[in-house]
């Protein structure tokens, strides 16, 4: 209770006082651009993946822009330890999609490499997904994804320097006739899903569907 009277929990944007379970007030919230896409229907990021490889369907919650308030909350959980931030977005996910058809069997996330998850002390995405998988009762399968090579981190790229970089990723397990949800950050070029899309898919029984917490596009 003292720390929380001495160190208020702020809105992101503002820095108005706001309930320590929230991430941003009301009017910053009203401000943040949600993509309402219905998850079974067409829309520009699952168009935007056909070109890349077969895709059942896509959803992303935000539009990353760059002076927007949507990449400040994307990079307050990458970079600053907010680790937090992954569950708040998880439940407005859970606001904005649920499955009427097409429910997938498993949440998988991008991977990051050992070293880089040794220097960041945890992976973004995995509270996020833990999240959605209690939500909707789907299982996460953590580790089912492997990261092979080690790449610095894409928010100190431009995007003509992130088309060119080359992805190396795994499966751990061989799994058949699955409906798989790949969860990332931010969809920007597609390399990522690209490639671990290829390797889930090399069991021809699979499916894939993707969710990004913000669409680069």
Request: some cysteine.
């Amino acid at each position: 209770m003292l720390l929380d009277l001495l160190f208020p929990n702020r809105c992101l944007h503002c820095n108005q006082i706001i309930s320590k379970d929230e991430l941003v007030c009301e009017i910053c919230f009203s401000h943040i651009n949600f993509l309402h896409y219905n998850f079974s229907e067409e829309n520009e990021l699952k168009n935007r993946c056909k070109l890349l490889f077969p895709i059942e369907n896509a959803f992303a919650l935000m539009q990353f822009e760059e002076e927007a308030l949507s990449r400040k909350i994307i990079h307050q959980l990458k970079y600053r330890s907010q680790e937090k931030v992954g569950e708040i977005l998880a439940n407005w996910t859970t606001e904005r999609l649920q499955f009427e058809t097409d429910k997938p069997d498993v949440l998988v996330t991008v991977p990051l490499h050992p070293k880089k998850l040794k220097k960041r002390g945890y992976n973004q995405l995995h509270l996020f997904a833990d999240t959605l998988s209690k939500n909707w009762s789907i299982p996460h399968y953590k580790e089912f994804l492997k990261r092979n090579t080690y790449q610095k981190a894409q928010a100190t790229k431009d995007k003509s320097h992130r088309l060119e970089t080359q992805y190396n990723f795994s499966t751990t397990e061989n799994i058949d006739g699955k409906h798989f949800l790949l969860i990332d950050d931010v969809f920007t070029t597609g390399n990522t899903m690209s490639a671990i899309a290829w390797e889930i898919l090399k069991n021809k029984n699979n499916k894939i569907s993707i969710l990004v917490m913000a669409y680069d596009g």
